[in-house]
DNA sequence: CGGACCCTTGAAGAGTTTCAAGAGTGGTGG
DNA sequence: CCACCACTCTTGAAACTCTTCAAGGGTCCG
């Protein structure tokens, strides 16, 4: 199911890339809207190069310097963290237009790992000429703020079916995620290959890979999906969302 | 066990407080290292005003404009989130020193509920204003940066728990991280009131009430800790920092 | 003192993991 | 081209952990 590079353009590191943001078919999500078309070509003076990675390659790994933020330009990655006492986690993955390598800014040195679960291609743009910025591209500025803070309510996202869902409405909210960023992307919401294993998918979703395997068949038999190893199909999105909050306690306890 | 205000002061909107950032004792962990006087005097400049709020009262709520950014000066708060589903969770608890609100820089729009656990004080900064900060602060702008990559980090520590722990050993973690941080701040790290509720702990650590209690019992009678209502007493840290990690399997699998 | 709220404890039950075995898949080399 | 191997995935049964349900105790405050 490793889906081959889709471009097998190399770079010299430093060469500036081909065709630049202005052809990218993904530059609407790694720049912020409304940019102009001379502002976008003096971002891509910023961007070092793209880099071509391998499935299994390692973008960078925890404890790395931090100096780059990288935009995925083709194929799907994930990031996987460990804590001090070995325990270890997929916390996302992530596909064309996303942005990457925020979670080391302030430390310096990265927090998780990266590594590309098929050929991919990611653009970079080094943290240092961010400084560089003109006043007058203070969006771009801001708009890694937003992109980080994205993060965090993403993150808050992962934490609630971490913490409350079952293991059906997991996978469940997982597959209409994928569902609806691959349509985010223009591709078929229905209908996709997964790029990561049972193993990846449940250890981002808290669950043990028997389990994962045991959900996506009690999906099957219920007509939810089609599922035939990595290949993916939605056959009713309303019923596999309806599933979603059903462990919830009839009379809500609010937190607050 | 709800800690009286520490200060009674108040202030009106927009007058600038009382004895600033230079003799605030938490000053060394809302601003960066290093901020040298005259620049401090600077940044207090910015500042709004302090803000008292009473045990239970809101700071901001999901949706609330986002334009302020807030530091804790005494008190203890706790953030919680709610999903589209109704799912809702706390996700953090905030004590003297700790930065809040930049979950919404990107959105405009905060993406959780921010509420005091006891009398509170907290510090405003106006984000606005963070646009007229000259070329010589920046450090300040680096500084809001290393804090939300900070926050990324913690969250992750957090998914990890989530995920990969027990309830015995959530429970620990949650202890001892209290601990660190009370004796960050100065306090005892062997003794302390906790500022919330068993319902909150349990949100926090995703496992119920019931749970909760029951292994602050277990520890108990295991003479790991001493707790009477609200009052902990860490009696044996190194066993609780050895319960971390049990439920680990031998053969550890690496997901990458 | 009474009531609200928070916390504790027990027993039964649900959901997930663990352990174990086997089937399917893809790659390699004869 | 097929056999073989490593690896991934599936499935079943038993064990375990946590939740649910239920009841009661404690504490705080009017």
Redesign the interface.
């Known amino acids: 199911m490793r889906a081959p590079t889709q471009h097998s353009i190399t770079y010299m590191a430093g060469a500036r890339p081909h065709g630049g943001c202005l052809t990218c078919k993904m530059h609407f999500r790694c720049l912020p809207r409304g940019l102009n078309e001379r502002d976008t070509v003096r971002v891509e003076g910023l961007l070092q190069t793209r880099r071509q990675l391998k499935c299994g390659e ?1 973008l960078y790994q925890a404890g790395d310097r931090c100096d780059t933020i990288y935009a995925v330009k083709t194929g799907c990655l994930k990031t ?2 460990c ?1 001090e ?7 996302g993955f992530q596909m064309a237009g996303d942005l990457l390598g ?6 310096r040195a990265h ?3 990266l ?1 590309a679960l098929e050929d991919s291609e990611v653009c970079a743009l080094p943290t240092a000429r961010l ?1 560089e910025l003109p006043p007058e591209l ?1 969006t771009i500025r801001r708009y890694l ?9 993403r ?6 079916m ?4 079952r293991a059906e409405e997991r996978l469940a909210a997982f597959l209409l995620d994928l569902s609806r960023r691959f349509a985010a992307l223009g591709y078929s919401s229905s209908e996709f290959n997964l790029r990561m294993s049972r ?2 998918i449940g ?1 981002y979703l ?1 669950i043990k890979i028997e389990t994962v395997s045991r959900m996506f068949s009690q999906f099957q038999e219920r007509k939810l999906i089609d599922v035939k190893n990595r290949h993916v199909c939605i056959l009713d999105s309303v019923r596999l969302q309806r599933i ?2 059903r462990s ?1 306690p009839s009379k ?5």
């Open positions: 390692y996987h963290v804590d006492h070995g325990y270890e986690q997929v916390t925020m979670d080391g800014i302030g430390l927090d998780f790992n590594v400084d203070e703020h937003e992109v980080m803070s994205g993060y965090i309510v993150d808050h996202n992962a934490m609630i971490l913490s409350k869902m193993e990846d250890s808290g979603i909050g919830l809500q306890r609010r937190v607050g």
